[in-house]
């Protein structure tokens, strides 16, 4: 009866390997005095095993890729074994992940005796600035402004000579042209106002008898 080739290298396999362990236990070894004869055992039989795993090694590899032909279904089968272990693998881990977390979450909310519970922030919103309508507002105050402030409070009082002089330059300035006139409400603030007290200040002069 023919024997496998695989059961002499199973065989020729084992035998090395207790001869490996032979070469650390054996006391024949140990009384010897020469080392390099002892190192030298040692070398060949740690190498004659290595030779053997390659064999053995070289051997399954060769019978499944002879399976993986023949009957392709063993590998698909093996394959979905391994992912289905790596996927339960995983699971379980993500199992364990999530009950350390909620575990932490507990210990989190829970409030500390003596402890006051920091409140949370409030919210501020911003609101836009509110513009007022032009409608809404009032009339813009008159500032009483202009170059000479003791006119502004007494208009009828007499104007010296230097202030003669100032009304009549003023008085011989030419108005302007009808069509380049301003517009329909006249000057507004300060400008109006000068504008006023210097026409008040020339209607007196002209009122005036001359001495």
Known sequence: MAVAPGIHIVEDFEKAFQDCVAALTNQDLHNARDS?????????????????????DCFFLQKRLLLSVQKPEHLLVENIQELSAEVKRKDELIEKYTAKIQTWQ???NQDVPGTPRPQPPPIQQHQPPQVPHPSMQGPTPVQQQ?????????????????????????????????????????LQGPLAYLERTMSSIGNVCNNMPNF
């Open 36 to 56: 390099d004869e002892i190192r030298t055992s040692v070398d060949l039989t740690v190498q004659r095993f290595l030779d053997i795993s390659k064999q053995m």
């Open 106 to 108: 507990n210990l989190l």
């Open 146 to 186: 202009g170059p000479h402030p003791h006119h502004m409070m007494h208009p009828q009082q007499h104007p010296s000579p230097m202030q003669q002089g100032m009304v009549q330059m003023q008085g011989g300035m030419h108005p302007p042209p009808g069509g380049m006139q301003g517009p329909p409400g006249g």
